[in-house]
């Protein structure tokens, strides 16, 4: 609710600080003392339309700050969240400067602020009544919302919601699978070819790499068998071979060996570089008799070699990436062999999906009728005597036989306040008085599910008197049971009923008009009161008649 509202340089008001409480608050004073001067300065700190009017004469700079207790007001905490700002203390602080020169600047709990949080936060916050173009009533959507709430079937709307958006899914699902079966079978006939040509190659990763290697050796075989034959000859074949040679070698170690037994580690090194050379020159003779040359398989490594290189010109670089690409192809060809199938299955989904929306909003349409039946009656039971007696509210549903995410219809409150009138949109209701009541009607039909903390109701006593303005009054106390309610007001009747009483009074200093504020306690409310009744506040019997309906308060 709101708790605190300071204004700086606003119109004429210089500055006013006032503190609120729970219950029933109201504004009096004389007319043209700047009351709702204040209930302005309100709707501009949510988000309201500024203008140059709005800076006093003088000034540079009108400043509006607000603050607000939060603690359980839906959707407020997720909006900070949202929008980064700290709110961890349970208060939020408003707070926007309109500028002669530069631009206006908003602030929430310190941070800068754009005027669309200000707005989605004030719609959470307060509801003003009156010749406010931001009134939440006056919106179609949130009309819908309300009629939900006070049908209590908000727990319908969400379901036909849900299953809304699942038909939704559903029919874009279908869409894409119809939409690559199409431009599937427009390239089936590549995909075919693609996987027949690389299916039918029956190549392995690394084919072209050994394939490589063996056509190099069968182009040298000639080159290689002269080579290890040479080498083997020279190691082990030959009359001079090394090994032979070694072995001589030997004979002249063994002898060393005999003389000097400590050279005998020689002898073992030279036996196993004997066997090494051996081994070296049989291992050749096998290299040598294991060399090919065979021109035809040649022929057949370079005819393979080609193939593989055409495979990877058209499909990868690599024969990975051409086994990746025939194991796509054909994977795409399953798919469009399965797509009609698909097709059928998501085709009888939707349509359990479709009836099952058409059902909830068929169901959900009835209970808005109901709901708005019961509505329309409580309302309109109450009009008399809010002194609009002729007034009715009637609740119009349209719709094109489409259903929509929130149902089949859309919801607009028409309202007819003078007899013979057609029923109108709310927002064409002219006079800010009558506006005021018709919402206060409204708002305690709505009183058990509208959660919104705060009502400020401006000009609700216009063209009214007598027994009516007891009846508002009432009206005003019972609603105050459940929200904070902020009434500008002239009446007596409903100055006496309010929790808390603000004089707005304006004095003209230096030939500038100044508007102040003040709270009334004790005798300054019994004269402001007697003040409101018409007759002389300093006289005994006004006095009296003030003190009795102050006295008749709860």
């Known amino acids: ?78 909006l900070c969240e949202r929008a980064g700002v700290d709110h961890e203390d349970d208060w939020l602080i408003l707070r926007r400067e309109l500028r002669r020169e530069g631009r206006h600047r908003a602030w929430v709990n310190g941070s800068p602020s754009t005027t669309t949080l200000l707005r989605e ?155 090494t050379v051996e081994e070296l020159g049989l291992g050749l003779a096998r290299y040598r008799d294991a060399i090919e040359h065979d021109p035809r398989r040649l022929d057949e490594i370079r005819a393979r070699q080609d193939l593989l290189y055409r495979l990877k010109r058209k499909y990868g670089d690599s024969l990975a990436e051409v086994i990746r690409a025939g194991e796509e192809a054909r994977r795409e060809l399953e798919q469009l062999a399965g797509a009609d199938d698909e097709i059928a299955r998501l085709a009888a989904r939707r349509e359990e999906a479709a009836a099952k929306v058409a059902g909830l909003a068929s169901e959900l349409s009835e209970r808005r009728h109901a709901a708005a039946g019961r509505l329309c009656e409580a309302v309109n039971a109450t009009l008399p005597e809010l002194g609009l007696r002729g007034g009715r509210l009637t609740v119009r549903f349209a719709g094109d036989g489409e259903i929509r995410r929130l149902g089949a219809e859309r919801v607009e409150f028409l309202v007819a306040l003078n007899p013979g009138f057609p029923p109108a949109p709310l927002r064409r209701v002219a006079s800010g008085g009558e506006m005021s009541r018709l919402m206060l009607a409204l708002e305690t039909a709505l009183i058990e599910v509208d959660d919104l903390p705060s009502l400020v109701f401006d000009e609700i006593d216009a063209g009214i008197g007598g027994e009516v303005a007891h009846r508002v009054a009432n009206r005003l106390l019972r609603l105050s049971a459940s929200h904070q309610v902020l009434v500008v007001t002239h009446l007596a009747q409903i100055a006496a009923r309010a929790d808390a009483h603000y004089w707005v009074g304006k004095t003209t200093e230096r030939g500038e008009a100044r508007t102040s504020v003040r709270t009334l306690t004790g005798g300054e409310r019994v004269l402001e009161v007697a003040r409101m009744l018409g007759g002389d506040p300093d006289s005994h019997a006004s006095r009296a008649h003030a003190e009795e309906l102050l006295a008749g308060r709860p």
């Open 121 to 275: 936060l004030g719609v959470r916050l307060v509801e003003l009544h009156g010749q406010h173009d931001h009134q939440r009533l006056l919106n179609r959507s949130h009309q819908r919302r309300i009629l939900d709430a006070f049908g209590r079937h908000e727990g319908l709307v969400a379901e036909t919601a849900a299953a809304f958006d699942a038909l939704r899914e559903l029919d874009t699902r279908l869409a894409q699978v119809r939409q690559a079966l199409r431009e599937g079978r427009e390239r089936a006939d590549y995909l075919r070819f693609k996987w027949d040509e690389i299916s039918a190659a029956d190549i392995s990763p690394d084919e072209d790499e050994t394939l490589e290697t063996e056509a190099r050796r069968l182009t040298h075989s000639e080159e290689l068998i002269e080579l290890s034959s040479l080498l083997y000859d020279g190691l082990y074949e030959s009359e001079a071979s090394v090994v032979d040679r070694l072995g001589e070698l030997g004979k002249r170690l063994d002898a060393l060996v005999a003389i000097d037994p400590a050279a005998a580690p020689f002898r073992d090194l030279h036996e196993a570089g004997l066997r």
């Open 1 to 78: 609710m709101l708790r605190e509202l300071r204004v700086r340089n606003f119109a004429v008001v210089e500055e006013a600080v006032l503190e609120f409480g729970p219950g029933l608050s109201v504004l009096s004073g004389e007319t043209g003392a700047g009351k709702s001067l204040l209930v302005e300065a309100l709707a501009l700190l949510v988000g309201g339309r500024p203008s140059p009017e709005m800076i006093r004469a003088g000034a540079g700079m009108a400043r509006v700050e607000g603050r607000f207790e939060i603690d359980g007001v839906d959707g407020v905490a997720s």
